[in-house]
């Protein structure tokens, strides 16, 4: 157990529509980074939050955005959904001095299971 | 890109040590060496990390070669929980991502 927690587990809607995960951090992190994972295939990065800022972006198109809170829990929201959005949606959360530190270690959440039918 | 490059499976005899090897021919001196664990749909378990000393911890022993360019996971007694896709991953200390490539699927023969 990571101390991070994802709703929903799982989540089934129809392309063009928009959809919101959650992430909430474990508790002395300030950094969230969200990652995309196909079947059959690794993680892909996609953004990472520090401190309520994006702190680096993978090669996603601007239709997956993000936000982090005050509390450094995290959303994931993904608009125009596309059939081959279908994937596993994991969150990780880590601890951070300052942005571009990188290298810190990242606790990952048991992931949201997203199909776009 | 993924920097390593790990054998897609392997097997392991339960009880024994199970022997990860990764190459990561082009690292840099600020790259840590990172191994998580991921079971089936479940979130990548963090196992380990370095940069370059050799680590253990309770779940494992990172042997890190003196020029860095390769290392072994080592899990000492395998069970079969230790069924899993392991990734070997090399991560700048200055970026925020984790690159992860195709992995080793270690499967724990009873």
């Known amino acids: 157990e990571t101390g991070v927690t994802q709703s929903p587990t799982h989540l089934i809607k129809t392309r063009g529509q928009q959809v919101t995960l959650r992430c909430s951090s474990q508790s002395g992190h300030n950094t969230v980074s969200w990652y995309q994972q196909a079947l059959g295939q690794g993680p892909q990065f996609i953004f990472q939050y520090y401190r309520e800022e994006e702190n680096g972006r993978g090669n996603f198109p601007p239709r997956f955005s993000g936000l982090q809170f005050p509390n450094y829990s995290s959303e994931l929201n993904v608009n125009a959904l596309e059939l081959d959005d279908s994937a596993l949606y994991l969150c990780?959360?880590?601890?951070?001095?300052?942005?571009?530190?990188?290298?810190?270690?990242?606790?990952f959440g048991p992931g949201t299971r997203l199909l776009v039918l | 890109d993924a920097k390593t490059t790990q054998p897609p499976s392997m097997d392991c005899a339960e009880g024994r040590a199970a022997n990860l090897p990764c190459n990561h021919s082009t690292i840099s001196g600020n790259e840590y060496v990172y191994w998580y664990r991921q079971i089936h749909s479940q979130g990548p378990q963090y196992i380990i990390h370095g940069l370059k000393n050799n680590e253990t911890n309770e779940m494992a022993s990172l042997i890190i070669t003196e020029d860095r360019k390769s290392s072994t996971l080592i899990l000492p007694h395998a069970t079969l929980r230790d069924t899993a896709v392991y990734y070997c991953i090399v991560y700048y200390s200055s970026a925020s991502k984790i690159i992860f490539g195709s992995g080793t699927r270690l499967s724990i023969r009873p």
């Open positions: 990780a959360s880590s601890s951070l001095d300052q942005p571009g530190q990188g290298g810190e270690t990242q606790y």
